[in-house]
Every structure is written in C-alpha cells, then in structure tokens.
C-alpha cells in the first residue's frame, strides 16, 4: 500500500460486522473500540475525510495494535488492517515526526553493526558488572519510573559477544544436499546464541552446507514504527549482501526477521528483490520441505506445547512443518494449547512500549499453556521467547520456553555427527 490516499476502496470494504472484536489480543484486555481493527479503520476513513486530524492522540491508537494479523485471517471481506495501521504509523510519522531515540536507534545504531555491537557490549557490562543488580537493590528505576522498572526486568542476558563473531563464516558437511545463508536475526545474534548454535547442527547434520554472510537488521522495528526510509535502506544492504553468497535458500530462525525479508518483494519491488524474498524459508519450513529431516536417537520424555508466533503462521502461512518436526522428536508428547495462534503479546517492541498491557495478553496465553499440564513450550520466535520465559517468570511457572532448532537439536547425541 503506497499511502493512505489510496486506501479509501479498502476501508469501504469493512461491512462493520465486528467480528474482529472476537480474535483481537487489544480488544480482549481493554474492550475499547478504537483499538479494534473496526475502531481503527473508523478513525482512519474520518481522517480522510477530513473530520479528524492526525493529533498525538491519534498517534497512540495507531501505536496500539500487535500487527499480528488475527483480524485480517478472521474477517469475512480480507480488510489488510496491519497494512492500513502501518500506513497510517507512515503518515502521522511524516506529520508528527518519530522520538529522538527512535530516530536514533533505526538511522544510526540498526544501520551500522559496529555501533549496534557497541550497544549489547554495554548492554552486557550493565548486566554484568554488578551495575544492574545495584540499580535493582537501590529502587532506583522504580524512583525514576515504576514502568521502566518493570521493562528493565523484561530484558534477557545479553551475550558477551555477538554469535556472528563467533560462528564460521562457513559451515560445511559431508555431500551436502543444499547450500544455504543463515539470517540470524538481532536477538539470536546477541541474546539467545543457544538457538544459533542448534540451528547450525540440526542443519549440518542433515546435509546443508551453511554460509552466515555479514548481515542487518531485517527492518521490521523501523517500519513498524513509520520509519519506512531506515527499512528500505536496511533492506537494500540485506538483499546485496546475500546476493553474494550465491545460495539456494536463505533460512531465518525468527518468524518476524522471516515475514519481514518476504516483504522485501512489495517494499523495494525490484527483481532482485523478489528473487531474495522467494528463497526466505523459516528454519521449519526448510527442514520439512527442502531437507529430508533426520532426528537423533536421543529421547526427550517430554509433554511440549507449541505456540505459533503470528508472523509465521499468519504472516508466512507456517504451522504444519513446526508440529510435524516436534512430533518426530523420540519421547516428545505433542498436546495443543487452547489459542495456540493467539498473539502472545511481544509484537516486536510492543512490549517494552505498553509493558502492562503486553504482559496481560501474555499471562492469557501463560493460562492457556498451563492448562495442557506441558512442562515445555516450543515456539519459533526468538522474540516470543523473550516475552513468554518473563511472563512464565513472573507467573512463577516451571515451563520452560525453547526454539523449536534447540529441540531437534538435543535428539543428537554430542560429538557424534
Ligand atoms: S471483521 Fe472485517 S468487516 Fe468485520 S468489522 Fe472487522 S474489519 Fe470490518
Ligand atoms: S492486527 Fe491484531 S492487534 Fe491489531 S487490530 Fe488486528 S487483531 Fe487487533
């Protein structure tokens, strides 16, 4: 969608059913209107119309919505509603300009790996060095803010150094079927290298030959947030960089970084952007439909639940291939949560910007793991790990949250390849 001016046919076909109201993660918690997709296409067809401004408070319904997407999946006549919110995130972005952090963040830090590490190496020094648990003990973040307090908890270990510093830059095995680039996306690259590094065996394992070319962020933070120009830029050096690497496939671990790199195609809309986009796979997709996958030996007695992170399943149409390859795990019990597809309240920065709220969608989607009686939560999004090991956390449950690619990878007996 190039602008809002050209969205009025799509707005005209919302036949204000209301049946979003059902499906809607915003809706469930707060019951308020504007924050459903009717309530915001509403909004959107009087700004065009010219009865309502682009006012800051405009900008904050805009800023609530996940962009998960249940409301389109769930609307008889398919209105894009995530499309017409980033639309319109583009329009107030360019009327009322984005934060002075966020400019920063997405055209100086997102752009420039080095600086980007220099910010998770201090990341890691604050965790580290004893700072983080004086700033705890001393209240000093409840003084300044008790939000921030609570976001501050939010975040994870950050890694010492980045995984991509660490892993070859090739990886490579014995008559391999395939030759793919692995995008390892920001969270993997400086929080969870445990993920990395499962990716990397199960892969190697069965027959991929795995190039980790240098490589950005995906984008989705800037263009979530109006920034459209940081996200084409970003995406520009992506597509460059692995057309280099002359592969087969381009596997992501992390369903936003993937539903991001497809867009690519609409968002630069050159040829050698749709030939990036057509090789992105998710690591589930990859396994099932291009690699003949193998699971070890190794038992895993466990009961696993698997949540859908909704750039997969909704933005990539993934949800078979996960199941399949968790079923085929020796000793794991599948059993399938109630609203396993429902958002799970991370929504990329969602939930350090309205953390109250993110966390109640996400002790929804805790409730909803802790009746299956699971004692393992398996997912495909590095981020939806982050929220759901806090709300878990924070609900003081025993469940553990881990990557579908750290599953497979515990069946291999260590050593032997
Ligand atoms: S479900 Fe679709 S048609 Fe119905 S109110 Fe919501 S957006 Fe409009
Ligand atoms: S995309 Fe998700 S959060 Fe946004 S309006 Fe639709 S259902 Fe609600």
Redo the contacts with the bound molecule.
């Keep these: 969608m190039e602008s809002l001016a050209t969205a009025s046919d799509l707005l005209n076909q919302c036949s204000k059913c209301g049946g ?1 109201q059902a ?5 469930g918690e707060t019951q308020a209107e504007p ?3 009717r ?2 296409i509403f909004l959107i067809k009087n700004y065009l119309e010219g009865t309502i401004e682009l006012s800051p408070k405009m900008k904050e319904i805009m800023s ?9 999946d ?1 609307c008889p006549n398919k209105v894009p ?2 499309q017409l ?1 980033l639309a319109a995130r583009r329009e107030i972005a360019k009327e009322l300009g984005i934060s002075f952090v966020r400019k920063n963040v997405f055209q100086h830090l997102l752009q420039n790996n080095g600086r980007l590490s220099l910010a998770a190496r201090m990341g890691y020094l604050y965790q580290h060095s004893g700072i983080q648990s004086v700033v705890r003990k001393s209240g000093l973040l409840e003084l300044i803010s008790p939000d921030l307090a609570k976001k501050e908890g939010l975040l994870p270990r950050v890694a010492r150094r980045s995984f991509r510093s660490q892993a070859p830059k090739l990886i490579t095995c014995s008559r391999p079927k395939i030759r793919v680039a692995y995008y390892t996306g920001c969270l993997t690259n400086y929080v969870y290298h445990g993920t990395g590094l499962a990716v990397l065996d199960v892969l190697g394992r069965n027959g991929a030959e795995v190039v980790i070319p240098e490589q950005w962020c995906c984008g989705i933070p800037a263009l979530a947030s109006g920034d459209e120009a940081s996200a084409v830029a970003l995406a520009h050096r992506n597509i460059e960089a692995f057309q280099k690497a002359g592969v087969d496939a381009i596997v992501t671990d992390c369903a936003s970084c993937g539903s991001m790199l497809h867009d690519y195609a609409d968002l630069i809309g050159t040829r050698e952007a749709r030939i990036f986009a057509d090789k992105v796979l998710d690591f589930s997709q990859l396994l099932d439909d291009a690699i003949d996958f193998q699971p070890g030996a190794r038992e895993v007695p466990v009961v696993a639940t698997y949540h859908d992170p ?1 750039h997969l399943r909704r933005g990539q149409g993934v949800h078979t291939a996960p199941r399949k390859l968790i079923r085929a795990v020796p000793g794991v019990e599948l059993t399938e949560m109630n609203e396993a597809d429902r ?1 799970c309240g991370a ?1 990329g920065s969602f939930n350090l910007t309205y953390y109250d709220l993110s966390t109640r969608i996400g002790k929804r989607k805790v409730e909803n793991i802790r009746k299956t009686g699971a004692g393992l939560v398996v997912t495909g999004c590095p981020s939806c790990i982050m929220q759901l090991d806090h709300v878990l956390k924070l609900e003081q449950s025993p469940v553990q949250v881990m990557h579908l690619a750290e599953l497979l990878s515990m069946t291999y007996e260590k050593g032997e390849v």
């Design positions: 979003c499906v809607c993660p915003l809706y924050y459903v997709a309530g915001k609530l919505c996940l962009l998960c997407k249940a409301c389109v769930n509603v995530d919110v909704c958002c929504a």
